[in-house]
């Protein structure tokens, strides 16, 4: 159970992720990103509490893997 959780919730911040990129955080709706991901609205609800959590959560993601591959370049030149 835990990874079918954890893979609508990686679904619904990927397509956030596409959906931020393709019409911006103030045109994005609940609806955009249910469709987008392939879920129902209220699904996305189980996981977060609405698209300002979602969006927060999606950017956290980013900054991480942008971070995680900084840190590999810079181990790479040591």
Same mark, same amino acid.
Not at 5 to 29: C, F, H, N, P
Not at 30 to 42: F, K, P, S, T
């Given at each position: +159970?835990? #990874?079918? *959780?954890? &893979?609508?919730?990686? /679904?619904?911040? &990927? =397509?956030? *992720?596409?959906?931020?990129?393709?019409?911006?955080y103030q045109k +994005? @709706? +609940?609806? &955009? !990103?249910? =469709? *987008? =991901?392939?879920? $129902?609205?209220? @699904?996305?609800?189980?996981?977060?509490? $609405?698209?300002?959590?979602? #969006?927060?959560?999606?950017i956290d993601r980013i900054v991480a /893997?942008?971070? @995680? *591959?900084?840190?590999? !370049? #810079?181990?790479?030149?040591?």
């Amino acid at each position: +159970m835990v #990874a079918v *959780e954890t &893979d609508i919730r990686s /679904a619904v911040l &990927d =397509a956030t *992720e596409r959906l931020l990129g393709r019409y911006g955080y103030q045109k +994005m @709706t +609940m609806d &955009d !990103i249910a =469709a *987008e =991901a392939g879920v $129902g609205r209220r @699904t996305i609800y189980l996981h977060f509490t $609405g698209k300002q959590e979602v #969006a927060l959560s999606t950017i956290d993601r980013i900054v991480a /893997a942008v971070h @995680t *591959e900084l840190a590999k !370049i #810079a181990r790479s030149r040591l």
